[in-house]
């Protein structure tokens, strides 16, 4: 797998001397491939922080007909703090279509950023996300209320409510878990390891794809099959920078979130250096997505 995909990333880059030049058939390819590799693995170079061993051994209720909990409104806060207040996962795991799961066999708690946050927590504890994920990008987390689980449940829901982007529209949010209990279907924990970055930056002399991780603090590292190309930090909210590594350029601009995609935030940052030259990256799109519409994204807003 390794040789092929860097037989496609081969094909699909072009680094400095031909910054401009990009086959198209080459990036769905070479897409492909990297997508491909989305998965658990630490190894090959990953970035990801490991987990501690007493995270990935909390054990969890996993019910295959769950007690969804969304939430748009006030009312639906109501509703949901009083569903987190009588909730008794002990009375829970005594349903025949339920069971105790490790945390690690449900990846988007263990791989995100926020999962791992809810995981280590102090009871009672609460976490959120956008509903649809695939186009409501926010997450909300409560842990350790003295008001009770209820008022728990209550503040996550809320806080996800808050963080919903202005320009986000028909969204919600989803209670995914609380305390010990899974919330949502477990189909929907699944966490994309490593995801394909789109990235056009000419003044780099770069115009293909790479490999994005998470790092903690919520940075991203982008890397080839042969090691790490640059980074991208967040130096406030709603900014971004994006840097290459060895010494290259850096760039600062804005991230404008997307949606979920196989757990990981999708969103596209629009970036210039000093000297006004520009830099696009879209992180966490599909191979399809990219096919369809990498043009437009990469395009730069015209209000930018």
Same mark, same amino acid.
Not at 220 to 243: F, M, Q, Y
Not at 247 to 267: K, S
């Given at each position: 797998?390794?040789?092929?995909?860097?037989?496609?990333?081969?094909?699909?880059?072009?680094?400095?001397?031909?910054?401009?030049?990009?086959?198209?058939?080459?990036?769905?390819?070479?897409?492909?491939?990297?997508?491909?590799?989305?998965?658990?693995?630490?190894?090959?170079?990953?970035?990801?922080?490991?987990?501690?061993?007493?995270?990935?051994?909390?054990?969890?209720?996993?019910?295959?007909?769950?007690?969804?909990?969304?939430?748009?409104?006030?009312?639906?806060?109501?509703?949901?703090?009083?569903?987190?207040?009588?909730?008794?996962?002990?009375?829970?795991?005594?349903?025949?279509?339920?069971?105790?799961?490790?945390?690690?066999?449900?990846?988007?708690?263990?791989?995100?950023?926020?999962?791992?946050?809810?995981?280590? @927590?102090? %009871?009672? !504890?609460?976490?959120?996300?956008?509903?649809?994920?695939? *186009?409501? =990008? +926010?997450? /909300?987390? $409560? #842990?350790?209320?003295?008001?009770?689980?209820?008022?728990?449940?209550?503040?996550?829901?809320?806080?996800?409510?808050?963080?919903?982007?202005?320009?986000?529209?028909?969204?919600?949010?989803?209670?995914?878990?609380?305390?010990?209990?899974?919330?949502?279907?477990?189909?929907?924990?699944?966490?994309?390891?490593?995801?394909?970055?789109?990235?056009?930056?000419?003044?780099?002399?770069?115009?293909?794809?790479?490999?994005?991780?998470?790092?903690?603090?919520? @940075?991203? %590292?982008? !890397?080839?099959?042969?090691?790490?190309?640059?980074?991208? *930090?967040? =130096? +406030?909210? /709603?900014? $971004? #920078?994006?840097?290459?590594?060895?010494?290259?350029?850096?760039?600062?601009?804005?991230?404008?979130?997307?949606?979920?995609?196989?757990?990981?935030?999708?969103?596209?940052?629009?970036?210039?250096?000093?000297?006004?030259s520009r830099a696009v990256v879209l992180i966490g799109f599909s191979p399809g997505e990219l096919a369809e519409s990498a043009g437009a994204g990469l395009a730069w807003p015209r209000d930018g």
């Amino acid at each position: 797998m390794q040789a092929e995909i860097g037989a496609a990333e081969g094909s699909a880059r072009q680094f400095r001397g031909t910054p401009r030049r990009f086959v198209h058939a080459a990036l769905l390819v070479g897409a492909a491939f990297l997508a491909s590799c989305d998965g658990a693995e630490t190894g090959g170079g990953s970035a990801r922080t490991p987990v501690a061993d007493s995270v990935h051994a909390q054990l969890i209720v996993v019910i295959d007909a769950p007690p969804q909990v969304v939430a748009s409104g006030p009312p639906d806060l109501d509703r949901a703090e009083r569903f987190g207040a009588q909730l008794d996962p002990e009375r829970l795991l005594k349903r025949n279509d339920s069971r105790l799961a490790r945390a690690d066999s449900l990846a988007w708690l263990t791989g995100s950023e926020a999962g791992r946050v809810f995981l280590e @927590a102090p %009871l009672p !504890r609460a976490i959120a996300r956008g509903d649809p994920p695939r *186009t409501c =990008p +926010a997450t /909300g987390l $409560a #842990a350790g209320d003295p008001a009770g689980r209820g008022s728990a449940v209550r503040t996550a829901l809320s806080r996800c409510l808050d963080a919903l982007p202005a320009a986000a529209k028909d969204c919600g949010c989803e209670l995914v878990a609380v305390d010990s209990v899974l919330t949502v279907p477990r189909d929907e924990m699944a966490y994309a390891t490593g995801v394909t970055a789109r990235v056009r930056a000419p003044e780099a002399g770069f115009d293909g794809l790479l490999i994005a991780e998470d790092e903690t603090g919520g @940075a991203i %590292l982008l !890397r080839d099959v042969t090691g790490p190309v640059a980074r991208i *930090t967040r =130096p +406030a909210d /709603g900014r $971004a #920078a994006l840097e290459f590594l060895g010494g290259g350029p850096r760039f600062e601009g804005i991230a404008t979130p997307v949606g979920y995609r196989r757990g990981r935030l999708a969103e596209r940052l629009y970036l210039a250096n000093a000297d006004g030259s520009r830099a696009v990256v879209l992180i966490g799109f599909s191979p399809g997505e990219l096919a369809e519409s990498a043009g437009a994204g990469l395009a730069w807003p015209r209000d930018g």
